[in-house]
């Protein structure tokens, strides 16, 4: 069954930024895209554990501070080498300023 | 005081990288200096604008260099086009391979993408191969059978070293290894790295590489002259000089298999001009602490950091004559290495932090 967490506050990531998320021993990361829309993903990349609230929201694409590896983090696609896997991603919704999200 | 061990074994398949493993060396968690997150930010925001103004006058400074190699040939007024266009071709696309394989000199993703691929021609290293070595390289920075990009080897092998400078070594060793993967060819080692879905684009680079090399000897054949090679493929001889003065004082003398980049990698300030050509690489502990800073904000990065790093060498002059002692020492206990001293401002290394044995430390 679904379920939806409560990750932060709206106003605790900034415009075209990440936060770190963690809950029952796995790590999230959450974004504000340049156009306020909020999205979630696995908080490690794929390629080697860097968590990627330590990197950079380019637009639509988060770069892993470790090796600089390339995503889609609206899509959670691997956009080119070091990273070859997708990332995970998961709904977010939007509850009286909380970003929630369902980690099913 | 130093102590014997056992040798090490380089091989990226090998003792060594096994004990790597076991012991958490091999992709552990490394020291970083306490940045902001404000601060970061700033310092990593991409930006096209001084890439393209570099990579102009790069451009312009090779195209200029070329037609005066062209124009002077068979004159001593060739001798210093020479010069400067080798050093162009075979030490400063080193800088921007590295750059742009890491995605940070330009904003775009398909300008770091072009130069990456003319750089990589330039060195004869196949573009897909040595993005995932450098990959490796920051996974494991200076870990013996991890890193497969560990320059200076203990013992040292100071003849090996001295050739390094003329770039013989490296042709003997590029060009062939592009030869044998083109033929589909790849080494245990490269596969260690590569993953197995990439493999195949790399035997496609190296076929790439290939192609334009004898077209290059054909051309030479076709025009009787040297021409075509000096400006294809032998700069990578008579210019790899800046790039390999500059690039061996990344890490040599310096701690291995430790986890705090102020302990393997060393900070040096130089010219400007070597500067340029090398893009700011000199402010290499920044650098491998923190490699989404673009270069152009590197020296911003050091001023922010500096109070928690050894003191950088003030030239290329001192860091190498700090350097050659420690390296004749080396010769006969290979364990000896140069430990940098902290600021007072400086969190202390940890001794626990990595299996270092600090008493084989020069002092």
Redesign the interface.
């Known amino acids: 069954m679904a379920e939806w967490l409560e990750a932060c506050a709206v106003d605790d990531v900034e415009e075209e930024?990440v936060i770190r998320f963690d809950h029952g021993g796995r790590s999230f990361a959450i974004y504000r895209s340049p156009d306020d829309e909020f999205f979630a993903t696995d908080g490690f990349c794929t390629?080697?554990?860097a968590h990627l609230a330590?990197?950079?929201v380019?637009d639509d694409i988060i770069?892993c501070?470790?090796?600089?590896g390339?995503f889609n983090y609206k899509t959670g696609q691997a956009?080119g080498?070091?990273v070859?896997v997708n990332l995970k991603t998961y709904p977010v919704r939007i509850e009286a300023g909380k970003v929630m999200i369902e980690i099913g | 005081m130093t102590t014997m061990a056992k040798k090490r074994d380089y091989s990226l398949v090998g003792e060594s990288t096994r004990a790597a493993i076991e012991t958490g060396l091999a992709s552990a968690e490394w020291y970083h200096t306490d940045v902001s997150r404000k601060a970061m930010k700033e310092l990593m925001q991409r930006s096209d604008g001084p890439a393209i103004r570099d990579t102009v006058i790069w451009i312009v400074a090779i195209l200029g260099s070329a037609a005066g190699i062209v124009w002077f040939w068979g004159s001593w007024w060739v001798v210093p086009f020479l010069f400067v266009y080798g050093v162009l071709y075979g030490s400063s696309s080193d800088s921007r391979w590295h750059e742009c394989g890491h995605g940070t000199a330009f904003r775009t993703r398909w300008m770091n993408d072009v130069v990456y691929h003319i750089a990589s021609f330039m060195l004869m290293r196949n573009p897909v191969q040595w993005r995932w070595s450098h990959a490796r390289h920051h996974t494991d920075t200076i870990i013996v059978g991890r890193d497969a990009e560990i320059a200076v080897m203990r013992p040292p092998d100071l003849l090996k070293a001295g050739l390094a400078f003329t770039g013989i070594l490296d042709f003997r060793y590029s060009l062939p290894t592009l030869v044998r993967q083109a033929f589909g060819r790849l080494s245990d080692e490269e596969k260690s790295y590569i993953p197995e879905m990439e493999q195949h684009r790399a035997v496609v680079a190296a076929r790439w590489h290939v192609a334009i090399y004898v077209g290059t000897i054909a051309l030479a054949i076709a025009l009787r002259s040297w021409i075509p090679l000096v400006l294809i493929g032998l700069p990578r001889l008579y210019g790899t000089w800046h790039m390999v003065t500059t690039g061996l004082l990344q890490h040599i003398g310096l701690a291995d298999n430790v986890v705090d980049h102020r302990l393997n990698t060393r900070t040096v300030y130089m010219n400007p001009i070597s500067r340029f050509i090398y893009w700011n690489m000199n402010y290499h502990v920044e650098h491998h602490m923190f490699p989404m800073v673009p270069y152009h904000a590197l020296p911003r990065l050091h001023e922010l950091i500096k109070h928690d790093l050894p003191q950088p060498n003030p030239s290329m002059w001192h860091a190498y004559r700090e350097v050659w002692p420690v390296l004749l020492r080396q010769l006969k206990y290979e364990d000896y290495y140069l430990k940098r001293e902290l600021p007072p401002t400086a969190r202390p290394y940890r001794g626990e932090f990595h299996e270092v044995d600090m008493s084989a430390a020069a002092e």
């Open positions: 930024d390629h080697e554990k330590d990197g950079l380019m770069e501070p470790k090796h600089n390339r956009k080498a070091p070859c």
